[in-house]
């Protein structure tokens, strides 16, 4: 590798003024989490690499499946034949796209126990999630950290995005004061989604992250933009920050305050149940996957195992936490996580 070869690579972004050598220099500085590396997700994080970004955090919880490859850029068949968690495979293909991009995988669910450690040494967090349970948990975190950050959502021809400066933009809570009860509000698993939506919001966030680390935010979006993208249709909502806000006004963090107890959750866009275990556990997979073959059949990695028996499936990570699938009962699923993982 030459000394030149960078300039090279970003040339044609470092002729635009917006960005030029100066922004090119702060985007290798730059440091971004990206929580959820679904479809938005995998699109920002392929546009931020490609970008210079020098350090990706790339958080998901959930392997990558037959039914995420419509839309989400950076997997592959082979990626869900090896039954590779997201964060691994993206974090691969990262490393093809551009060796001077630090990435770091980590293969986890988000909550309230955990999320402050992922973002108190990044300058920028891009909203990849599916649910609002871990949005209105992010919002909490990046007030009380004051880190910015990008929400993003794409739900059947529908895109929205808007970008938070804590203590300067309404924050999600002054949009949205509550998350929407369950059930009420589509999802990807209930309405589906056009490839093309999630890819424009991603590439939505992704001009956000950029505008922020060259230091723009003077063209930042300050609105609740959401797209159409089959009508064409585009709204433009001022985001007035709210004085009586209960977050970014009155500085609760309920979400962030709220205890994580064991606790099972539906997962969008599968018939399948997370379990998870709680204080979490570190688990020996290879005698895990040795006792299992004996009942079904086991796929085994470095990061997890997939076990197969009588019309369902568990996928157990090392912490212990397990994705049973075929089902949508929470009660079955951990029925069947105490019979076969044990708790
Ligand atoms: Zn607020």
Redesign the pocket.
């Given at each position: 590798m030459t000394d030149d070869q960078p300039h090279e690579r970003y040339h044609r972004q470092i002729l635009l003024p917006s960005i030029g050598r100066s922004g090119q220099e702060r985007l290798r500085r730059g440091r971004v989490c990206v929580l959820g590396v679904g479809a938005l997700g995998s699109q920002v994080a392929q546009l931020l690499a490609r970008a210079g970004v020098g350090f990706l955090r790339l958080v998901d919880r959930d392997v990558v499946d037959w039914t995420n490859l419509q839309r989400q850029v950076l997997y592959e068949e082979a990626d869900v034949e090896a039954g590779l968690p997201k964060a691994v495979a993206a974090a691969r293909a990262l490393a093809r796209i551009n060796r001077e991009v630090s990435v770091e995988p980590v293969v986890q669910d988000v909550d309230a126990a955990s999320i402050l450690p992922l973002l108190q040494d990044v300058a920028i967090v891009v909203d990849g999630s599916d649910n609002f349970e871990l949005r209105y948990l992010l919002?909490d975190a990046a007030?009380e950290l004051g880190t910015p950050w990008v929400y993003g959502g794409a739900v059947g021809t529908l895109g929205t995005t808007a970008t938070i400066l804590p203590g300067e933009t309404?924050?999600?809570?002054?949009?949205f004061p509550d998350p929407p009860p369950p059930g009420i509000a589509p999802t990807c698993d209930t309405a589906g989604v056009l490839g093309p939506a999630a890819a424009l919001v991603g590439a939505l966030q992704a001009a956000e992250v950029l505008k922020l680390l060259v230091g723009d935010r003077e063209n930042l979006n300050r609105s609740l933009v959401t797209i159409d993208l089959w009508s064409l249709e585009l709204a433009r909502i001022p985001a007035v920050?709210?004085p009586d806000?209960?977050?970014?006004?009155l500085g609760e963090r309920r979400f962030l305050r709220a205890r994580a107890p064991s606790r099972t959750v539906q997962l969008c866009g599968r018939d399948a149940v997370q379990v998870s275990v709680s204080p979490r556990q570190e688990l020996d997979l290879a005698a895990l996957a040795t006792r299992l073959a004996a009942l079904g059949s086991v796929l085994h990695n470095p990061y997890l195992i997939r076990f197969t028996v009588d019309g369902y499936e568990l996928t157990v990570f090392r912490d212990g936490r397990a994705i049973v699938r075929g089902t949508t009962d929470p009660a079955l699923a951990r029925s069947l996580y105490a019979r076969y993982v044990g708790m």
């Open positions: 919002n007030l309404a924050c999600l809570r002054c949009l920050r709210r806000c209960p977050a970014c006004g």
